[in-house]
RNA sequence: GUCCCCGUCGUCUAGCCAGGUCCAGGACACCGGCCUUUCACGCCGGCAACGUGGGUUCAAAUCCCGCCGGGGACGCCA
């Protein structure tokens, strides 16, 4: 039995977005569980829109995502020799032929059959023309006219496709390079994948690559064509749908297990598990849970999976992760066991780390500032009276969250006072917020002195308004 | 236009292959409630779907056909 072997052949004319990213995620996983071997393969060969800056980014992308590959990466034009050679074998042995049609004739062509509603295919007008090769032609496939190829597929069953509905399709361009249809086959064959999982907009080239394999001589892999993922609107994904780079997300302060998470249900299920970590995921999926329909990106249900993983990330890890966010909002790193218990606070509340950092604020800087409306409901003369208690009793209770409660409830209690009445004003002497983590957390984190400062600055603040 | 694929709650999906246990299950979102110093978390409950018409059958989300709807391919792009 031979060893399993898939690849991700993305072309680096944009960034590596949602649908390529599930892609890689389905052949990674595929080639992990069965033990197998995941390669990574640039397909270049459009010159004119190849650019480096993105082949950089679609492997920090993949690294990003924890998708590391055990081969490559190739890139396709560096192997132009091998394509060169293939082609030549299929000239001579006559299962390919050399056209002199020109672009501009073609192109007149196409849109008069679609005018007249045929399809729009290559009319053979130079297949018996027994060309030799020359400048400005192109080296077609020669197709059986008649019969039937039929895809194998692993996830859609047998597909069956009429010949006439294929046509001699371009396989070296007039400029010495090879097409995608014919640098796909021929990599796949000499890399020796065996799988072959890709989304299903390919599916309908499938049966023009496996006769390409046959006049090769040689045996087609197996393909397994996943659905697609639409944007939230149900049309194809664009730059429309919000981020395009899955390096957009991570400056979001998204988690790449929570992408990988959400990005591995959306067209695969097993059961009603919703959660999975890699080595689950790794462990659990194959292609026969793989469904046929396709899918729409939900931002929402993405987020929802990022709070979860947030909170089942350790903090520890976390703390690392975050700085970047903290040092973006121009906030300073506090020492290590102070940025830990801020953190563990904000954890239950954020959905992503950007949030969180947000989240954080009041604990960073040393000045803080008044939301305008919290600061006019709850900063007034009333409450100037217990302030200046607090002050007193402050200074001298134990700063732990026990203590602190029965010091506030002791007091409420005393005055006659619900709790929250004292609490919501503190709150915002402390955050400047209405909403932040718990109170008696955030004073022993925060510390005697700042919680003693920021209820005189609160006074101050009371008395020159 | 031609060919191909797909069609269960708003969304992701389980169930379909081996028809009854499904007046359809889970998750996100949404709406209530509990917890509570705020907001979250957590817990409890609710809303909500088999595209449509026909056929087969004692029985269909599940099998068959038509229709409708969505997507894809048809490039010297990948």
Redesign the pocket.
Known sequence: MNKIKTRF???P?GHLHLGGARTALFNWLFARHHGGLFVLRF????RE?SRQEYVDSIREALEWLGLYWDEGPYFQSQRLEIYREYARRLYEEGKAYYCE???DE?ERK?KE??AA??????DGTCREKDLPPGP???LRLKIPPVGTTVVEDLI??A????HQ?L?D??LV???G?P???F?VVVDDLTMGITHVIRG??????TPKQILLYKALGAEPPKFA?V??I?G?D???LSKRHGALSILAYREEGYLPQALRNYLV?????Y??Q?IFTLEEMIEKFDLS?V??????F?P??F???N??WL?ATPTEELAEEIKPFITKLGLPIPEKEYLLQALETVK???RTLLEAAEMMRFYLVEEISYDPKAAQKFLTPEIVPVFERLLQELAKVEFEDEAL?KLFRGLAEELGL???KI??PV?VALTGK????????IMRILGRDRVLKRLKQALNYIKEA
Not at 117 to 122: A, E, L, M, T
Not at 434 to 440: A, I, R, Y
Request: proline content about 8%.
């Open positions: 052949p993305p072309s004319t397909e270049d060969t459009d829109r049609c020109s672009p073609l196409r059959a679609l509603g045929r399809k729009p295919k290559y400005g032609r192109v859609r069953g597909v069956a496709f009429d509905e046509d399709f371009i361009r007039s400029d390079t097409t995608y249809q640098a299903d907009d390919h599916l309908s080239n064509h659905p697609m639409l939230p149900g049309t194809r249900r959306l067209g695969w299920s059961g009603d919703e849970r469904s046929k329909s396709a899918a729409r939900d929402e249900k987020l929802a999976l709070a979860h909170r239950p509340r954020a409660e619900k709790l929250k609490a919501q709150r209405t909403v932040s983590p718990g109170l008696f957390e």
